[in-house]
């Protein structure tokens, strides 16, 4: 590299460190008060300093099934691509950027993380690509994708693009009611899938991580439509108001239950499972209140069913409930879901079942590793597998529990010797 950071060939072009600390710098300054439909001309015009092209921003659709293009004033605006089979959804599956060689170019595709969810993917065109173009690129896919997600809280344009068919007001209500569907730190791993994505209605999940202590919930509403999409916002609600109260499980089985007893009467229920990780210990504790049991998934295989005594479904008044415990092993994953996975009526009239749906996870894990995309081919397989229809709402969260800490990311000279943290698994 020549003086100044610039290398021979590349006139007029400086992609050292310091000019990418400058450009990020004027990018999230500009950022705080841009309205959301100038973040696509903003990027555009930053990529455009670093000799790049042909800017697209594919965000995920709510089906997982694509990667759809955002419009905007200076992207490249294409038809969507599919996750499976493309390089835009290899970068949005492995979280890596892929390089696919053009005439005379290369062009770049970059998972967009917020934090560790995946919400779709930045592609850009550059006649050569170097390790300080990599470096200032992937930082700048990750600010891009922190300013969709900010933004996306108060506007509709980003839902819009991922919408890629109609929505019902209960699925509306249950998208809102999400956390991000999937969630990285070094100790611990989760991701979620609702199906059909666009018609779902009683089925919910949620989770939060505060301090060491994984919370987990899972729940299913009872009937379809709105009825059972608003059963299912007070239950989620009651739920994170005794989670963020530092409830045992018990409790918070407890306080759910009467608040869907009070609002909705004796004659309505939801079932839910509840659990609580810690992130250090691998120490599990959960309540089952109507939920099959989730599987054990140790080595890439199913190895067990974390059986445990259940209580009645929340809204039926049911007794002070057993809270389970079982110790994890590094590398452990927890298959939790609903009953709408397993219940389906395959054509001949027999329901799908556990035992295929054990079979099938078993055959996913040999092929696929990465927690997302486990969830996800497996969604995606068993709806094919039932025939390609969902009677009921079906949803998948997976777990996987590694230990160890994470003290060395707040340490800034070690975090930045090292690089980014790798994710393969």
Same mark, same amino acid.
Not at 97 to 106: A, F, R
Not at 189 to 216: K, M, R, T
Not at 269 to 295: D, E, K
Not at 362 to 367: G, S, T, V
């Given at each position: ?26 990018? +999230? ?16 015009? $930053? ?46 599956? %492995? ?9 005379? %170019? ?6 967009? +993380?917020?934090? %560790? ?11 050569? /690509? ?54 990285? /730190?070094?100790? /611990? ?9 666009? =018609? ?33 916002? /007070? ?15 018990? $409790? ?8 869907? =007893?009070?609002?909705?009467?004796? =004659? ?55 809270? %389970? ?44 590793? $990465? ?33 160890? =800490? ?20």
């Amino acid at each position: 590299m020549t003086d100044g950071g610039r290398k021979p060939g590349r006139i007029g072009v400086d992609r050292s460190e310091g000019f990418g600390e400058r450009l990020l710098g004027v990018l +999230l300054d500009r950022a705080h008060e841009m309205p959301p439909e100038l973040i696509a001309p903003l990027v555009a015009e $930053e990529v455009a300093r670093v000799g790049g092209r042909e800017v697209s921003i594919l965000l995920q659709d709510y089906e997982q099934v694509l990667l759809v293009p955002l419009s905007g004033r200076g992207l490249r605006v294409g038809g969507p691509e599919p996750v499976e089979d493309s390089p835009a959804g290899e970068a949005f599956l %492995s979280r890596r950027t892929v390089e696919v060689p053009q005439d005379g %170019s290369v062009r770049m595709y970059l998972p967009l +993380l917020d934090g %560790s969810d995946q919400i779709g993917t930045m592609a850009v065109t550059l006649d050569r /690509v170097d390790d300080d173009d990599r470096r200032l690129l992937r930082r700048l896919a990750g600010l891009v994708a922190d300013m969709i997600v900010t933004k996306d809280a108060y506007t509709d344009l980003f839902f819009r693009a991922r919408r890629s068919a109609p929505m019902s007001v209960a699925a509306e209500i249950q998208w809102s009611l999400l956390p991000p569907l999937s969630m990285t /730190v070094p100790q /611990v791993e989760v991701a979620g899938i609702l199906e059909p994505a666009y =018609d779902v209605a009683g089925d919910s999940f949620d989770y939060a991580l505060n301090g060491d202590v994984l919370h987990v919930a899972m729940i299913d509403a009872m009937g379809h439509g709105l009825d059972a999409a608003t059963m299912a916002t /007070v239950a989620i609600g009651a739920y994170r108001h005794t989670r963020r109260a530092d409830t045992d499980l018990s $409790e918070v089985y407890a306080f759910m239950d009467r608040a869907i =007893d009070q609002q909705f009467g004796p =004659d309505h229920f939801v079932t839910a499972q509840m659990m609580i990780l810690n992130i250090t210990t691998g120490r599990l504790q959960w309540v089952n209140a109507g939920h099959p049991a989730p599987l054990l998934i140790r080595d890439r295989a199913v190895v067990d069913r974390l059986e445990s005594p259940t209580t009645l479904p929340v809204g039926f008044g049911g007794e002070d409930p057993v809270v %389970s415990e079982r110790t994890l092993h590094p590398g452990d994953r927890l298959l939790c879901f609903t009953d709408g996975l397993i219940e389906e009526h395959q054509a001949g009239g027999e329901q799908f079942g556990e035992e295929q749906l054990v079979e099938w996870t078993n055959r996913i894990l040999r092929d696929r590793t $990465e927690v997302r995309a486990v969830v996800r081919a497996l969604s995606h397989t068993l709806k094919q597998e039932r025939g390609g229809t969902t009677s009921d709402d079906a949803t998948i969260f997976l777990i996987e529990w590694r230990g160890g =800490d994470a003290d060395h990311l707040a340490a800034l000279d070690r975090a930045r010797d090292e690089g980014p943290p790798s994710l393969d698994r």
